[in-house]
């Protein structure tokens, strides 16, 4: 991939504790339960979902279509955690899916060693297809519910219950923050630049002296910790009850589309690619009912959505393939000059 | 025994349908390097395009070549406004712009022509016939009796014909090609509307089997695997991966269904396609590639 951004020193060093006050201290009081419950929790739990394939796809350059399949799997090892073994804390349970995720992540990797592109891309779908079958299939990860549906139990942490819309967002923002600390961390780190050296190329890589093998299956088995984690989150602080199909392969398109749409190779690019596919469509329905008023019925609106999204891919691709993190720089760098011009 | 064998041919029967498929992405790859997701999209937007001019009165042949005309105006228009524009980027960016088109054209062919499930049919019915000894879908053998001619045609075309040639060279070489004068654009476009020929006929086999509806898309899954264990790059592959897909899915479903539990025809051709991959990464009759530093 010729998608090249080295590992910039955190820059904004001085805006993270004005957002983490604004994100811990007075969302929590300003929001309601709508914008928790529909908008931020979903939001954190994609963006979270995209920084795991972005660190797969956009860092290590190993594109993948089983995000949601990693997801599924986070979801039902935390939920069957959590019902054989009510004592364990959630967080536990929520690092087991991570874990579970990432065991299955490093074999589905295996295969990396010896292909790459396309032909890596279907096997991702196989996984895809396969986890999806598994799990509608076996009814013991649905704790023999004959429909596959499955309700997670009240959620509690220390003791204190945290069901309700803002103890879920709580539970979401907290999980999210240390995970996208780590992923920065991982970015900039040696690790993150042996990422970047496999996906740049990666015969070059290994002459000098980078185990691209283990490189490739720690990107897998990384990538597939946080969609484990994300799938967790997913299924417990978001959809509260699910079943296998809430994690298809138009989930694992939507995550892509985030990384492409947020950028590639960027962690900030995650939340903004999130926030754009969560938003549009809300605004696009609102945009709709406010000037042709019920005109356009429910199913047009679904197709012009599509040619929409369809739309923004190939701009994105073609106009800036560093995608909405790249826009986000250069303005913030534009308007750092102004008024002064850059030439 | 019988029985086994039966399901056997009824598979690779029913691995015709995939190659069809499966051929409209080989002809796009081989000529311009995209793996074309949008290739399924392409098969809904023909075959329901067809079907809802012949329900409005058009006769087959004009409604088959008005549909042919829609494509050509489908691979003219994704030439001009999203593949000149990704020359010299990655495959792997080209792929994901053809899920962008592949969103558009699935959203263009339902606003147009909604999304109702359409009856499709052929005057080909879909009884049993006995050949030698067994029965055998009478849809089927015409299915591939077209894919066979499909080929053949096909085939002829690339050896024998001037634009052939000039085919032949911009997938060996494409800078080559270039400086020798071949038009790379005007390959593109003829490439994409030979690959919507054979989208439109795919189409109407699968539409009139299943009826036209969304999920026509889902054939580009199935054609997947298939490319796999054929290659890439190759005509006849995309027939033998065919055959073995249809072939391994069917005998897979009557041997393993009963043990493992059934519906596995949605992921075990992936499993067959992954285990060919480790074998031979570049499929069957795929090239080898060579990489350079």
Known sequence: ???????????????????????FGVIPLLGNDYWFTAILIPWLILSLAGIGLNLLTGYAGQLSVGTAAFMSIGAYTAYNFALRLPELPLLASFAAAGCSAALVGAVVGLPSMRIKGFYLVVCTLTVQF????????????????????????????????????????????????????LAVGIATSELGRRFMAVRDMDTAAAVIGIPVRRTKLLAFAISSFYCGVAGALWGFTYLGSFDPHAWDLTRSFQVLFIIIIGGMGSILGNFLGAAF??????????????????????????????IVFGTLIVVFLIKEPLGLAKLWRSSRERARLWPLRQW | MELLIETLVGGLLAGIMYSLVALGFVLIYKASGVFNFAQG??????????????????SFALAFGASLLAMCVVAVAIERFVLRHLVNRSPVTLFMATLGV?????????AIWGADVHGLELGIDDIPVPVLGMRLSRFDLFASLIAGLLVTVLSLAATKTRIGLSLRAVADDPLAALSV?????????TVWSLAGLVGLIAGLLWGARSGVQFSLTLVVLKAMPVLIIGGFDSIGGAIMGGLIVGAAEKLAEAELGPIIGGGIENWFPYLLAVGFLMLRPSGLFGDRAIERV
Not at chain 1, 279 to 304: C, R, T, V
């Open chain 1, 277 to 306: 596919i969560l938003l549009l469509p809300i605004a696009m329905s609102q945009l709709a009912s406010l000037l042709f008023g019920g005109w356009i019925d429910q199913g047009a609106l679904e197709n012009y959505k599509k």
């Open chain 2, 181 to 189: 004068g071949v038009r790379l654009p005007a390959i593109w476009r």
């Open chain 2, 102 to 110: 592949s969103y558009v054209l699935e959203g263009v062919a339902q």
């Open chain 1, 1 to 23: 991939m010729s998608l090249r951004s080295a590992p910039r020193s955190v820059s904004n060093i001085r805006a993270l504790p004005v957002l983490a006050l604004a994100a």
């Open chain 2, 41 to 58: 999209a392409m098969v809904l937007f023909a075959a329901l395009t067809f079907v809802c001019l012949v329900e409005r009165g058009f």
């Open chain 1, 130 to 181: 396969f986890v999806e079958w598994v799990f509608t299939r076996y009814r013991w990860f649905s704790n023999d519910n004959a429909s596959g549906l499955v309700s997670v139990p009240p959620l509690s942490v220390l003791g204190y219950n945290l069901s309700n819309p803002l103890g879920r967002y709580m539970i979401t923002l907290t999980v999210v923050t240390a995970l996208t600390a």
